[in-house]
């Protein structure tokens, strides 16, 4: 464990991010292998003084991540919609004890209705979630309308804002409704969603591809469960004419 932090710390180092990410709880890094937090900063393009949306950020792992990357001159606002913030509460209020990520706001709100200014978000993260937009908890519940909740994350970007969008890859006929079986989705989708809602491509990246992953099991399931193909898309928003 001790080699792993030491590993982490020089992660974001060399990122020019604080060194304060030695704190972090050990479960957090422990999944530091698996997730690469280090390339996904840097593929988003984090920066301290910033305004960033953590969506879907369930207990806190990335928003911890960000909020020490942008620093006390910066906010993170931890989202997490009703649902899964009544479920989720005990684990944000331990994170969040005693002002230890002062700069984190949390956000109880609904992914297609953020409740927040057009054009107040430098960057946005929604990190193994837009699946979730076919998942359906209880038959009465949803998550939003798929398109209508891609335009309201462009809607809140700041033109030039950057969304880095990261999930569990589905093959790429497969329907839409396995992101409410499997827990998975189409790259495909995923970027037919965002371009729709005028975003553009800025990266693609094959970080954490898994070829030995048939796309076919749960997420969940013990012999895939931590170690799925997923994709990484980072999408733009234009710069204002």
């Not at 979630?129 to 970007?157: C, K, N």
């Amino acid at each position: 464990m001790k080699q792993l932090k030491r590993f982490t710390a020089l992660c974001l180092a060399l990122l020019c991010i604080p060194a304060a990410f030695a704190e972090r709880p050990d479960a957090d890094l422990a999944l530091d292998p698996q997730r690469k937090p280090e390339v996904l900063l840097e593929l988003l393009g984090v920066a301290p003084g910033q305004r960033v949306l953590d969506l879907e950020a369930g207990g806190g792992y990335n928003t911890e991540l960000l909020a020490e990357a942008v620093g006390a001159s910066g906010e993170v606002l931890m989202q997490n919609p009703p649902w899964l913030a009544n479920r989720v509460g005990e684990r944000v209020e331990a994170r969040l004890a005693q002002q230890r990520l002062p700069n984190v706001k949390p956000l109880i709100r609904d992914f297609g209705d953020l409740g927040l200014a057009t054009g107040s978000v430098d960057r946005a993260a929604w990190i193994m979630g837009p699946h979730e937009l076919w998942f359906h908890p209880e038959p009465e519940i949803s998550f939003g309308e798929p398109l209508a909740v891609f335009q309201e994350l462009a809607r809140v970007l700041k033109p030039g804002g950057r969304i880095l969008l990261v999930d569990h890859a589905a093959a790429a006929e497969a329907p839409l409704s396995v992101g409410g079986t499997l827990h998975r989705i189409s790259e495909g989708a995923i970027e037919a969603l965002a371009e729709a809602s005028g975003l553009s491509l800025a990266v693609r990246s094959n970080a954490l591809r898994n070829a030995d992953d048939d796309r076919q099991s749960n997420v969940f399931a013990p012999e895939i469960r931590g170690n799925t193909d997923r994709f990484i898309l980072v999408f733009e928003k234009p710069p204002a004419p």
